[in-house]
């Protein structure tokens, strides 16, 4: 593969790829870094309800290859190779892989943000059959069903509020004795009459083989077990995005993400940050596509300024 390109984006998701369709339209040399296959993590489901222009949904796998394929349509090429190293700070900028070495005249990082696992076994086989990680996202399969929600945080006060919308009951599984979440989302959700709480609790173990159908579950306090059955669960325990490639050279947030506004432009002239790994509200297939298409934006216009 060509070492010199215009755009070097690191990362073949929804923010990836849109990135590459609208850099390759603008008529930059663009070259996409993926270390696993296209679409990145909207790849893991096979029904993707959310995007706009697929009413019948689509199998997540297929749209990755098919934001894949409308890049490469207009001339964006793919490397598979593991981005190892980033040298970020001289105008011509060098991108380390496990396929060789690559520079371009501006990247965009759109590595993604990961959800943080319970780690129990089973996990991987039932995530997409009961076990999942965004309400928005999967919400709607649990339609007048029974779900748990595992954290304390503010995106599982969040995820429980919108799931007690669209299910019979929502327990509510923490570790510790109240929600860390904002106080708003704490009263409605003790003032909701289908949510249950479960606190100083936590998940043991997966039930179920093909399918989730229920949780066995730890009271920390007494040591005492018990089953949940449920239909599904959705774990909010936090996510990791996917820098730290970038710790000492980008600024990043406390929890690790990219500090990119919506323009995508981070502390670095010439670097952009497109899609879960930025700091944002809502990490979402359409909001990671619709990052690409502004870092894309601001990359031409910065290459504009750069000749
Ligand atoms: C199980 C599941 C179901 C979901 N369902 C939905 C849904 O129905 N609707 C919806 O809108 N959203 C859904 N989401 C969320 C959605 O997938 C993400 O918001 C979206 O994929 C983010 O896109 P991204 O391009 O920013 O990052 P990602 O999709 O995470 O892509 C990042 C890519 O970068 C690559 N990468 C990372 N590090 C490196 C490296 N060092 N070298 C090379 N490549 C690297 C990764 O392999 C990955 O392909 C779901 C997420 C999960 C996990």
Not at 75 to 90: D, K, P
Not at 182 to 208: C, D, K, M, Y
């Amino acid at each position: 593969m060509e070492p010199h390109w215009d755009v070097l984006i690191a990362g073949g998701g929804p923010a990836g790829y849109s990135a590459a369709l609208y850099c390759a339209r603008a008529g930059l040399r663009t070259l996409v870094l993926e270390q696993l296959s296209a679409g990145g993590q909207i790849a893991l489901t096979t029904q993707v309800d959310n995007y706009p222009g697929f009413p019948e949904g689509i199998d997540g796998f297929e749209l990755g290859q098919r934001m894949r394929q409308g890049a490469e349509r207009f001339g964006a090429r793919t490397q598979l190779a593991e981005v190892t190293a980033l040298e970020l700070n001289r105008p011509l900028k060098t991108v380390h892989t496990s396929a060789g070495v690559f520079q371009g005249r501006a990247v965009i990082v759109a590595t993604g943000a990961n959800p943080r696992r319970l780690g129990l076994p089973k996990e991987q086989a039932l995530t997409g059959r009961g076990v999942s990680y965004c309400a928005a996202c999967d919400g709607m399969f649990y339609r007048g069903k029974t779900v748990a929600v595992v954290g304390g945080g503010s995106t599982a006060a969040a995820d429980a509020l919108l799931l007690s919308r669209l299910c019979k009951k929502v327990i509510l599984i923490h570790r510790r004795d109240t929600l860390r979440a904002a106080s708003i989302e704490h009263q409605a959700l003790l003032e909701a009459p289908n949510v249950e709480f479960r606190w100083n609790t936590t998940v043991i173990q997966f039930l179920g083989s093909d399918r989730l159908l229920g949780l066995r579950l730890r009271d920390l306090l007494s040591g005492a077990e018990a089953e949940l059955p449920c239909d599904g669960v959705f774990l909010c325990i936090g996510r990791v995005p996917a820098t730290a490639l970038l710790q000492g050279q980008l600024e990043l947030d406390s929890a690790g993400y990219l500090i990119a506004d919506e323009t995508t432009r981070t502390s670095i002239p010439g670097v952009f940050a497109a899609g879960d790994v930025r700091t944002k509200a809502l990490r979402q297939a359409v909001t990671a596509a619709a990052d690409g298409a502004v870092a894309a934006h601001y990359a031409e216009e910065y290459l504009r300024g750069a000749q």
